[in-house]
């Protein structure tokens, strides 16, 4: 074998067989896929953006430069990161310090916007609005963008670490239930998320019912820069939570196989060890068609998620300000899809719940263009949330099959790349054509036809992964 620029093999293929690991440790991993849902949902999908543009005056290319600088420093660390995490077969440390990180920089967001700038915004008591004219700029925007950049960063960085825990942690024929525990759980966790940090905002329970006053002024008096209420007193609490959830996997779960031999770490041979690992990959049959795949499912999954609200106002004619709510509705199905993939998974293989999973994908986007009415959409929303985690379920244990476990994180890191790039591409490619129709042949043409490029991109990961093998049947020997 050919010695990796880390000084460790390519393949070390007599790594200990994965056991079992404890219960405790098998569901702190899983729970930390609650955790960090928890941000996900909270500051990259619901909060942020909202309160920087709506409440403060920016724009939502500030909110693109921020978005965009963070998946272009996980495109160009993780990869190197993980190969470094290979080397030493730790993965355990990489998870907790980068989660840290991401914890204390969501905080600062919300400091910075009650120290270094007025509170303004919606739901903020007493109300406040904006001055004609002000919008935030200077150092304060300067701050702001840096935390929420370090936050995303951190956090998109820890995940690849997090994934390559699974192989220590149960036998290869019960990867895919765990996986699917643990995105299940984290459904929960960006439903949680809003739940938990709604009463901060708005005083409501998830915009539902409206809590009692003594009760909000109690917990707003405990909890640090959320008195004034409105969105930036939601990134505080989104920060304790974050750390909460995840302190069962600090404490709890370790790395297994820890290489204990001190060995320096060259850092210009570990930036080359990232175009070693793609050259050498041809040595692992399937793994660089997978992250193909991956790239063009992820492009999919990640646009149809960003636009799925909007098409259901301007194609199917619900009120605006009602997506947050049916993203909610539309999420529940998918706790239970999501384990019942893993549970496939492990019975029938990764590679074919996976092409199931694409074949559903195909057919339930075409019935969503074909069926504009709103029974139809409650009926395609909810079979879209139901196998919504079917991907992510199965991809873990798919790559896992295709590699050797020691070189796990150098794997997902690329995997992480590929993703980065196609949260940049889908979304842009579905605004043009959406965009660019519209007054040629009307919104809801154009949403459809945009739609239809979803669809494609989700045919073309399914004859991707036909070509990737199909290890199932020599796993279970």
């Known amino acids: 074998m050919v010695p990796t620029p880390l000084d460790l093999p390519i393949a070390d293929v007599s790594q200990p067989p994965a056991i079992r690991a404890p219960a405790r440790e098998r569901w702190s991993w899983a729970i930390y896929d609650f955790a960090n849902t928890i941000f996900s949902m909270n500051v990259a999908t619901y909060y942020f953006g909202v309160w920087l543009v709506s409440d403060l005056g920016s724009t939502n290319t500030v909110v693109a430069i921020g978005n965009s600088t963070a998946s272009m420093l996980v495109a160009l660390s993780i990869p190197v990161l993980g190969a470094i995490s290979d080397a030493r077969q730790r993965r355990v440390p990489w998870v907790i310090w980068l989660t840290l990180i991401a914890c204390a920089s969501t905080a600062l967001i919300g400091v910075v916007g009650y120290q270094m700038m007025p509170v303004v915004g919606d739901s903020v008591v007493p109300a406040a609005v904006r001055s004609p004219g002000w919008h935030v700029g200077?150092?304060?925007?300067?701050?702001?963008?840096?935390?929420?950049?370090?936050?995303?960063?951190?956090y998109q960085g820890a995940l690849p670490f997090y994934n390559a825990m699974l192989p220590e942690l149960v036998p290869i024929h019960e990867r895919g239930r765990l996986s699917g525990l643990g995105v299940a759980i984290g459904y929960v966790g960006s439903i949680a998320g809003i739940v938990f940090t709604a009463p901060f905002f708005n005083g409501s329970l998830a915009g539902v019912m409206q809590l009692p006053a003594t009760f909000i002024h109690g917990i707003r008096s405990i909890v640090p820069f959320t008195s004034h209420g409105g969105r930036v007193s939601s990134f505080v609490p989104t920060a304790i939570l974050y750390l909460l959830f995840s302190l069962?996997?600090?404490?709890?779960?370790?790395?297994?196989?820890?290489?204990?031999?001190?060995?320096?770490?060259?850092?210009?041979?570990?930036?080359?060890?990232?175009?070693?690992?793609?050259?050498?990959?041809?040595?692992?049959?399937?793994?660089?068609?997978?992250?193909?795949?991956s790239f063009l499912y992820q492009d999919a999954m990640g646009t149809i998620i960003s636009f799925l609200g909007i098409y259901a106002v301007e194609v199917v004619?619900?009120?605006?300000?009602?997506?947050?709510?049916?993203?909610?509705?539309?999420?529940?199905?998918?706790v239970l899809g999501s384990y019942?993939?893993?549970?496939?998974?492990?019975?029938?293989?990764?590679?074919?719940?996976?092409?199931?999973?694409?074949?559903?994908?195909?057919?339930?986007?075409?019935?969503?263009?074909?069926?504009?009415?709103?029974t139809g959409f409650w009926v395609v929303g909810s079979c879209i949330?139901?196998?919504?985690?079917?991907?992510?379920?199965?991809?873990?244990?798919?790559?896992?099959?295709?590699i050797p476990d020691v070189e796990a994180g150098r794997f997902f890191g690329l995997m992480v790349l590929s993703a980065r790039a196609a949260a940049v591409v889908g979304p842009l490619i579905f605004a043009l054509i959406a965009d660019g129709l519209a007054h040629a042949l009307g919104a809801a043409t154009a949403y459809r036809i945009a739609v239809m490029t979803i669809t494609l991109g989700f045919v073309g990961a399914f004859f991707v992964i036909r070509g990737v093998p199909d290890r199932f049947r020599h796993e279970q020997q």
């Open 317 to 334: 004619g619900f009120s605006k300000g009602t997506e947050i709510t049916l993203f909610i509705v539309l999420i529940i199905p998918g």
């Open 385 to 402: 949330g139901f196998i919504f985690g079917g991907l992510n379920t199965s991809e873990r244990p798919l790559l896992l099959s295709l």
């Open 248 to 293: 069962p996997l600090f404490v709890f779960c370790r790395d297994h196989h820890p290489i204990r031999a001190k060995r320096p770490i060259r850092w210009r041979e570990a930036f080359a060890s990232v175009f070693e690992t793609i050259r050498h990959s041809r040595r692992y049959p399937g793994a660089l068609r997978f992250i193909l795949a």
């Open 340 to 374: 019942l993939s893993g549970v496939l998974v492990d019975r029938i293989g990764a590679k074919r719940t996976t092409l199931w999973v694409l074949v559903s994908w195909v057919v339930l986007l075409i019935a969503l263009i074909a069926i504009p009415s709103k």
């Open 138 to 154: 200077g150092a304060p925007l300067v701050w702001i963008i840096a935390a929420f950049v370090l936050a995303n960063y951190t």
